[in-house]
């Protein structure tokens, strides 16, 4: 098969470029909406990136690998923590964090960096994937924005999802996600490439480098994000068996390669399975991992993959292309993916969240197969070559329209809560400048932030190296247990002045309560299959429970933590009689719109 010599990288310029203005219009959406009152946040999107920034704003002070920016602890001689999900995935965390560093960057400022660069670094790997694959660079480019635009479309989510029957989820170009899977995406497309140099390339002086390249892209994945690279070890694995069926006279060369890349990705790997050994008990629970054998087949990118795989195989029926040849090969693997992703769990048992392949893997694989199939199916005489390249570019051009609109109306839909957040990032600022120096000879080196505002609060560890009493995103490091991750929801509720009586109504009125008292695989029906819906009389028992905690409120437990600031909105209109039974309050100050109390136990007076 022929390779193509050269390809015109200024077509995947030109990709690149587009996607990278597309990536930035949130941000200026921010700036234009706060102009000279800017205070420097990012835009979010994705509730789960405060955790990500949170981690990387630590390891930006110099906290250590294992840390938890929510409770403020750090691994010590004295008082190690086991590995979280952080600690395991940490290197895009510390690629981020350690040119920030080194730069004298604010996490805001690096997380708005990442965005425009890694849009026009995932465009030019799918560029070169695209182009080295059917060697046509034009249409290759005109297809980046399909890929990149459209995969919340066919994950079924963004403005289409209430014609689905279900509540809509707007947000835009999920690969974006800060910093996971953002930064390890351009390298999860990059190792299909090198994958298919070190099996294609003619010259085999360079395959041994393309292999390690290949192997260095997957540890980098590894180490990233769960879902990037199970899925580039299931398309190898069904490479190298497509190989082995399609091309009985290759399958030896072929083979050997594939054998020879898992053979130096596997030690790579070795560490990483020490390390998740190593994990926090409260891991498993936050990432509702489920037993289950139950196949999973109603997905929609299961569907785009079914008509593409019974449209290669009518097509190779049809002798419009060859079964033997690899591109239509590399192709059946990718169209063939979903159907691993949501059914893996028949053979092995275990489901972790497949909710994360439907958002942020399965749709890019998907339309990929989809692109890299309309490509291959053209005729072969180029005059008479259907879908021309112009008709390709419209194509493009309509995805990139499409990726404007559903951008626009999620920004649209975020802008009061990026304009709330930039508000409240005034007072990270501030407490990071009171900040005083951790005391690590104590259960609780760092002072503690009672902020009452659910949401702002979540993101106050993005900024301020304080800890907080508690937010949603707590439970997912290893600081605390799950014991006492509920416990200082209840101090939370207990200083927020919420009677026991009110219990119930408060549990009903906050969607955070259910995932914080019952756990993320109780609280969410997306994450099992084995789903039982929390009953009334489980909330009846939890009301109970949270009595019993008031009633039995004492001056141990209001130590435990001590707290060291109060956080609230200028317009609160709280019962702090609780908190004031146990704390004195300064005169307070105003940031923006909010209030910063500095506390004082009452029996230090």
């Known amino acids: 098969m022929p390779m193509n010599k050269t390809i015109r990288w200024r077509w995947g310029l030109i990709a690149a470029f587009a996607m990278m203005l597309l990536s930035l219009f949130p941000q200026l959406h921010l700036w234009w909406e706060r102009g000279s009152q800017w205070n420097g946040s990012q835009a979010f999107f994705y509730t789960d990136e405060s955790a990500y920034a949170a981690y990387v704003n630590a390891l930006i002070d110099g906290r250590p690998r294992r840390n938890d920016p929510y409770s403020g602890r750090d691994d010590t001689p004295d008082s190690p923590l086991p590995e979280s999900l952080f600690s395991i995935q940490f290197i895009p965390a510390y690629l981020v964090a350690l040119p920030a560093r080194a730069l004298g960057l604010s996490t805001a400022t690096v997380f708005i960096l990442i965005t425009p660069l890694v849009a026009a670094t995932t465009a030019l790997a799918l560029f070169w994937l695209l182009a080295l694959v059917t060697n046509e660079d034009r249409a290759a480019a005109a297809l980046v924005p399909f890929i990149l635009c459209l995969a919340l479309l066919a994950s079924g989510n963004g403005v289409v999802r209430p014609f689905l029957g279900h509540q809509a989820t707007l947000v835009y170009l999920p690969f974006l996600r800060r910093y996971s899977p953002a930064v390890a995406f351009p390298w999860f497309l990059l190792f299909f490439s090198l994958v298919w140099q070190a099996l294609m390339h003619p010259s085999t002086k360079w395959h041994p480098a393309y292999i390690i390249g290949a192997a260095a892209a997957f540890t980098f994945c590894v180490y990233s994000y769960f879902y990037l690279w199970t899925a580039a070890l299931a398309w190898l694995i069904l490479v190298g068996f497509l190989w082995f069926i399609a091309r009985p006279d290759d399958w030896r060369n072929g083979l050997r390669r594939i054998a020879l890349m898992i053979a130096i990705l596997l030690p790579a790997s070795v560490p990483y399975a020490i390390l998740l050994s190593r994990r926090a008990p409260t891991m498993d629970a936050a990432q ?161 932030v009672f902020a009452n505002i659910v949401a702002r609060g979540d993101n106050l560890p993005t900024t301020a190296p304080q800890a907080l009493l508690w937010a949603p995103h707590m439970f997912v490091f290893s600081g605390v247990s799950l014991a006492e991750n509920k416990e200082r929801l209840f101090q939370f509720l207990y200083y927020s002045g919420v009677r026991a009586e009110d219990f119930t109504r408060y549990y009903k009125t906050y969607g955070f309560m259910e995932y914080a008292v019952f756990g993320w695989e109780r609280a969410n029906a997306k994450l099992a299959a084995n789903y039982k819906p929390i009953s009334e009389e489980e909330i009846v028992v939890e009301e109970k429970n949270y009595g019993a905690f008031v009633a039995n409120f004492d001056a141990t437990r209001a130590t435990r933590p001590t707290l060291s600031y109060l956080l609230v909105d200028e317009s609160h209109d709280l019962d702090l009689s609780n908190l004031d039974r146990w704390y004195t309050r300064d005169m307070g100050e105003r940031v923006g719109r909010h209030l910063l109390y500095r506390l004082s136990r009452r029996d230090e007076r």
């Open 288 to 448: 509702a991992l489920v037993r289950t054998h139950a196949p999973d087949p109603w997905r929609a990118t299961e569907g785009i993959a079914l008509i593409l795989v019974l449209g290669l195989v009518f097509a190779i029926f049809r002798r419009r292309v060859s079964g033997r040849d690899p591109r239509i090969l590399f192709t059946f693997a990718f169209a063939l993916l979903p159907f691993v992703f949501y059914n893996q769990q028949i053979i092995t048992g275990l489901s972790l969240q497949p909710m994360h392949y439907e958002q942020f893997v399965a749709p890019y694989t998907a339309l990929l197969a989809l692109a890299l199939t309309i490509l291959l199916l053209r005729r072969q005489k180029a005059k008479h070559r259907f879908p021309s390249v112009a008709v390709l570019l419209t194509v493009g051009l309509l995805g990139y329209v499409w990726g404007i609109g559903e951008t626009w109306i999620a920004t649209r839909r975020f802008a009061t809560v990026n304009f709330r957040r930039d508000e409240a990032h005034a007072a990270s600022l501030r407490l990071r400048a009171l900040a005083k120096p951790p005391l690590n000879n104590q259960p609780d080196p760092r002072e503690v």
